[in-house]
């Protein structure tokens, strides 16, 4: 019963992965193609780890302390990707909404430029 468990588990999160990695290569946007190689392999990998926890009798600490990990270092380098993106020359970004980052970067400069 458990070899099942840990078969779905490892299944269910190389799906993830692979279809986040199907998604990198299709989506045109670059905030479209960091949210599919962010969000689904975190999960992925959480999945995979978690099998792995499970199907070893030892170091299920560790393991689990590499999904931990995993889950907080992953979408924090998206942030940072995605602004140092935002904030790059030369790339098209295409918003469907409102700007708020743009009204603070500009707000930013005022009071940088007023001191």
Do not use: Q, W
């Not at 392999?41 to 030892?58: E, M, Q, R």
């Not at 560790?62 to 990990?69: P, T, Y």
């Amino acid at each position: 019963m458990v070899d099942v468990l840990v078969g779905v588990l490892v299944i269910a999160g190389s799906m993830l992965i692979l279809l986040a990695g199907i998604g990198v290569l299709r989506f045109a946007d670059l905030y479209a193609r960091m949210h599919a190689a962010t969000k689904a392999p975190t999960v992925g990998i959480a999945l995979v780890c978690i099998a792995g926890a499970i199907a070893i009798d030892g170091g299920t600490d560790k393991i689990l302390l590499a999904a931990a990990i995993i889950f907080v270092t992953a979408p924090s380098a998206a942030h940072f990707v995605g602004r140092a993106a935002y904030r790059a020359e030369g790339i098209d970004i295409h918003l469907d909404g409102p700007d708020d980052l743009r009204e603070l970067m500009e707000d930013d400069e005022d009071a940088a430029s007023n001191d």
